[in-house]
C-alpha cells in the first residue's frame, strides 16, 4: 500500500512529537534523581506555567520548578543549584510584568504551598512569605487588626511585595510594607537560613527589603499591626484638567483629611477624567464629616460619588474588577505597565506632557492612569528609590489591552522606555515593576548612592550570583 504526502507528514510529526515527549521525560527523570526532595518538578506541565507571568510578554523556560513545603526544602535547593551554577527565581505570585520573577534553564522558587500564619499578637502578625495578603487580611480582621499599608490588588504575596516596597494609599502616613515589616527569616543566596531586623543582622535586613530578591528568599516575615476601622466613606471627587486636581490633592495631603489618598486619570470616550480619591476610615458610631472634609475644594461637586462600605470591602474593592477581566478574557492578555515616582515641583508639566501622547486606548477602556501625592518622610526603607522632594507623585500607566495582540505590547514596551528616559530626565524614577527592559548600568543609575550598598550585600549573600537573574542587576 502506498502512502500520500498527507500522510507521511502525519506519520513523521507524530515520531517527531514522540521524540520530543521521550527526550522531556528523561530530562525530567536526569533532573529529579540528582535532587531528593518530591518537591522538585521537572514536569512539561509544570514547566510551561513558570514560564509566563502575569505581563504574558516575556516568556523564559526553567529547567525545573520546586514548590517547597519548608524553609529546608529551600535551603538544600540553593546549595544544590549554586553547585551546579544553576540561577534561582522566585515568582511570588507570578505577577511580575516583564519576566523579572523567571529564568531560562535555571529553577523557579514556587512559593504557593509557604503561606501559614503562624503568631498573631495585639500588635504584630508572623506569617510566611507565599501568603498572600488577602489571606493575611482576613486573619488579622478577626482580631480587629489591620496591617498599616496594603497594596490596592491584595492576591499579591508578602514576599514579593516586601522584595520591592508595597505601596498602598495609606503609604503617605505609613511608609511602604518595607517600612512595616518588623523582622523576616531569609535563606541566602549561599543557602544560609538567617534571622534579620533592624537590631539583628541589619545589613541583610536593609538588603532584602526592596532588594529585588538579590541576596536572598524571603520566607518568613513579622508584620506590624494596627487597630482596623469597621467601615470607610469613599469620596471620588472629579476636576476638569490636571491642574484642579493637583491642587486639590495637595490641599489634601498638606491637611492629611483623608486615611487614604490617590488619584486618577480615567479613560472617556475619547477624553480622560480627572479623580480624587480619598477614604476615611470610621467606626459606627462616629460618621465622618463630610461638608468639613470637602470644605475649599473645587472639585466639580455635582459629579462627586460618595459611598460607604465596610472595610474588608473596602480593601478587596479590586476583587471585583479582577473578576470581570478574568470573564471577559482580559486578565490573560498582556500587560505592559509603567510605574514611576515623579517630582512634586514639576509633576504637572510632566503629566499634562504625557496626557498630549496618549489616547484611550493606549490604556484599554478599563485600564488607567494612577496620580497623586505622597510625602516621602513616610519611607525610610533605604532600597526605595523617590525623587529627593518632601512631595512625590506615584505615576503608573496601567495599560489593560483588550485583545492578544503581541506587535502592539512590544510597542507599549518601547514607549515605556522612552517613557522612562523622560521621567528620569525629569528628575523622577522608577517603581521597579515596570514592563521595560533594564541594563546593569540602568539598575545603577535606578539605585544611585545604595547601589554601593546593595552589590556589598550581594557579594556577601549571593557570592555565585545564583538570585533573581530575571532583573538583569548583576
Not at 122 to 150: E, K, M
Not at 389 to 414: C, G, H, K, Q, Y
Amino acid at each position: 500500500m502506498t502512502l500520500d504526502r498527507r500522510e507521511l507528514l502525519r506519520t513523521g510529526c507524530m515520531a517527531l512529537a514522540a521524540q520530543a515527549n521521550a527526550l522531556t521525560t528523561a530530562k525530567a527523570k536526569a533532573c529529579e534523581a540528582t535532587f531528593s526532595s518530591a518537591a522538585l518538578s521537572c514536569d512539561a506541565r509544570v514547566l510551561d506555567a513558570a514560564a509566563d507571568d502575569f505581563g504574558h510578554i516575556i516568556h523564559k523556560h526553567p529547567q525545573a520548578v520546586l514548590q517547597p513545603t519548608s524553609i529546608a526544602d529551600i535551603v538544600q535547593l540553593l546549595h544544590w543549584a549554586g553547585g551546579r551554577g544553576l540561577k534561582v527565581a522566585p515568582p511570588g505570585q507570578g505577577h511580575s510584568t516583564f519576566g523579572r520573577a523567571m529564568t531560562d534553564g535555571g529553577v523557579v522558587l514556587d512559593m504557593h504551598a509557604l503561606r501559614t500564619i503562624h503568631h498573631l499578637q495585639s500588635d504584630r502578625i508572623v506569617v510566611d512569605a507565599g501568603a498572600t495578603w488577602s489571606t493575611v487580611l482576613d486573619a488579622t480582621l478577626a482580631h480587629g487588626l489591620t496591617p498599616p499599608v496594603l497594596t490596592n490588588y491584595l492576591e499579591l504575596s508578602v514576599g514579593g511585595t516586601l522584595a520591592v516596597g508595597g505601596i498602598g494609599g495609606t503609604t503617605y502616613r505609613h511608609g511602604m510594607q518595607t517600612d512595616n515589616v518588623l523582622g523576616m527569616t531569609v535563606v541566602t543566596g549561599d543557602g544560609r537560613e538567617l534571622a534579620c531586623s533592624a537590631s539583628s543582622n541589619a545589613d541583610l535586613f536593609d538588603a532584602v527589603r526592596a532588594g529585588l530578591g538579590q541576596c536572598g528568599v524571603i520566607t518568613r516575615a513579622t508584620l506590624r499591626l494596627v487597630r482596623a476601622p469597621a467601615r470607610v466613606r469613599r469620596f471620588h471627587l472629579f476636576y476638569p484638567n490636571v491642574h484642579a486636581l493637583t491642587a486639590d490633592q495637595h490641599i489634601a495631603l498638606a491637611d492629611e483629611r483623608f486615611d487614604h489618598l490617590q488619584g486618577a486619570l480615567l479613560p472617556d470616550g475619547g477624553a480622560w477624567r480627572h479623580q480624587l480619591e480619598g477614604v476615611v476610615f470610621y467606626d459606627a458610631h462616629a460618621a465622618p464629616d463630610d461638608k468639613g472634609l470637602l470644605a475649599g475644594l473645587s472639585d466639580q461637586r455635582g459629579d462627586a460619588v460618595i459611598s460607604d462600605a465596610t472595610y474588608l470591602e473596602e480593601a478587596k474593592a479590586l476583587t471585583r474588577l479582577e473578576n470581570l477581566l478574568r470573564s471577559n478574557g482580559q486578565w490573560f492578555n498582556p500587560h505592559p505597565w509603567f510605574l514611576a515616582f515623579l517630582r512634586g515641583s514639576n509633576a504637572v508639566e510632566i503629566v499634562s506632557e504625557i496626557l498630549q501622547g496618549l489616547t484611550n486606548e493606549d490604556v484599554g477602556p478599563l485600564g488607567r492612569m494612577t496620580y497623586y501625592p505622597m510625602l516621602t518622610r513616610s519611607v525610610q526603607t533605604p532600597l526605595v528609590r523617590l525623587p529627593q522632594e518632601n512631595v512625590v507623585f506615584p505615576f503608573n500607566l496601567i495599560r489593560i489591552p483588550p485583545s492578544n495582540d503581541m506587535a502592539r505590547a512590544e510597542l507599549m514596551v518601547a514607549k515605556n522606555r522612552r517613557l522612562y528616559e523622560r521621567i528620569l530626565n525629569a528628575g523622577g524614577c522608577q517603581y521597579p515593576v515596570s514592563a521595560l527592559p533594564m541594563s546593569s548600568n540602568d539598575w545603577k543609575r535606578h539605585f544611585g548612592s545604595k547601589w554601593s550598598q546593595l552589590a556589598d550585600a550581594k557579594r556577601r549573600y549571593d557570592p555565585l550570583n545564583i538570585l533573581a537573574p530575571g532583573y538583569n542587576l548583576f
